[in-house]
């Protein structure tokens, strides 16, 4: 498996708090992504990072920041949780060398918005 | 805008019998398609991946998907089933229009009995 962690694994939290879920990888892969998972829709995409300080946003962007300070830190914030972000939050790493395009997957969190 | 259907909600199965997963995409470019399995309570997985030539692709655990250029399908097979096979199955499509993300679909869920 991919050196890929993520904390915290569980959390619950109240509406309107601040959150940050934590994505560390030792590959030093360039690309990382967060997606969130929900029953019926899949895996969808909230932001990516092809570098360090280089963001963008994905499909599910609203209500979610991200940055990365170092290559192996990629860091997500709910900066005031909602109901609707309970949710599984997945992490995934790229190597996009050699035109390698397939990801890998932390363990996922499981946040709990009350 | 790319999008990926699967087009099995929930497909059960008894031991031995065959499989085969739908998986439909829409773009008309160059594709580079991937089958990913969760087991439950797991991340995500890499069953197997399709760049370029051969078509039929072989993956872990006994899987293969043969993509149909002309059909915009890429559907997962295996000849037998066996009760370690329940699990999540996501078909994925390199997106062009974030980066390099993954466009997923909805999922299928396999529940195999023994």
């Known amino acids: 498996d991919a050196g890929i962690t993520q904390s915290p694994r569980h959390k619950v939290t109240e509406t309107g708090t601040p959150v940050t879920l934590r994505c560390h990888q030792t590959?030093?892969?360039?690309?990382m992504y967060w997606y969130r998972q929900d029953p019926g829709h899949g895996l969808r995409l909230i932001h990516y990072?092809?570098?360090?300080?280089?963001?963008d946003k994905g499909e599910v962007s609203d209500g979610y920041s991200v940055s990365r300070s170092k290559t192996e830190d990629f860091l997500l914030t709910l900066e005031s949780a909602t109901s609707s972000q309970t949710s599984v939050y997945f992490c995934?790493?790229?190597?996009?060398?050699?035109?390698?395009?397939?990801?890998?997957f932390g363990p996922g969190t499981r946040l709990t918005v009350t | 805008a790319q999008s990926v259907s699967q087009h099995n909600h929930h497909v059960i199965l008894s031991e031995a019998a065959s499989l085969e997963l739908g998986c439909n995409y829409s773009?008309?470019?160059?594709?580079?398609l991937f089958w990913y399995v969760q087991y439950p309570g797991q991340h995500l997985q890499l069953l197997l991946k399709?760049?370029?030539?051969?078509?039929l692709v072989k993956g872990i655990k006994g899987f293969e998907a043969e993509f149909i250029k002309s059909k915009f399908s890429f559907n997962l097979r295996k000849p037998s089933v066996q009760w370690s096979d329940t699990a999540e199955y996501f078909c994925?499509?390199?997106?062009?229009?974030?980066?390099?993300?993954?466009?997923f679909g909805k999922g299928t869920t396999l529940s195999v009995s023994s």
């Open positions: 995934a790493i790229s190597a996009l060398d050699w035109g390698s395009y397939e990801q890998y």
């Open positions: 590959e030093n892969h360039r690309y």
């Open positions: 990072s092809y570098g360090v300080k280089d963001t």
């Open positions: 773009y008309g470019g160059t594709v580079n």
């Open positions: 399709y760049f370029s030539g051969d078509p």
């Open positions: 994925a499509v390199r997106g062009n229009q974030a980066g390099t993300a993954l466009i």
